[in-house]
């Protein structure tokens, strides 16, 4: 199974195997789709298509940050302009449970919770409850990074056992 889905990859796009670049450029593409980010690309990269651990995980890491901080930007853009023009109403039931994670663990517990909810969505949620950017940023970059490493290294320690 792993080697049927291995030559698949492969076979996608011209001179992959054997191309660290084109691999690395392949797992930083994985990393950017929300809901995949560095959590799923890291172990497909290691484990699926055994592409060397340290390059895999750095580059996951860094392709799920750019993509979540255009994320916040983009947000944050849209808040400001959606602040000024709001007019009071009630909240939606999503906003409220949203509004409660973020009362309950902060902008730091909603990031780290990033590997259960998605990077994205953790930032989402903190900017919605009116967190600051600069703070949002902050914390998701730990939480990437923190996430990317254990991930890797988990894999890296369990990947000589699987095989």
Known sequence: MIQQFQEFYLN?????????????????????????????????????LGFPPIPVIVTAAVGNWASVMAFIWIISKLRSKVVKNKETKEPSKRAIKARRYFEKYGVPGVSLAGILLAFHLSAGIALAAGAKKSYVSLWITISIAVWSVVIGGLLMLGVEHIF
Do not use: D, K, R, T
Not at 18 to 33: A, E, K, P, R, T
């Open 12 to 48: 996608l796009l011209p001179g992959l195997e054997g191309n660290l670049f084109l691999q690395l450029l392949s797992i930083s593409i994985l990393s950017l789709i929300p809901f995949i980010e560095s959590y799923g690309a890291i172990p497909m990269g290691i484990v699926l």
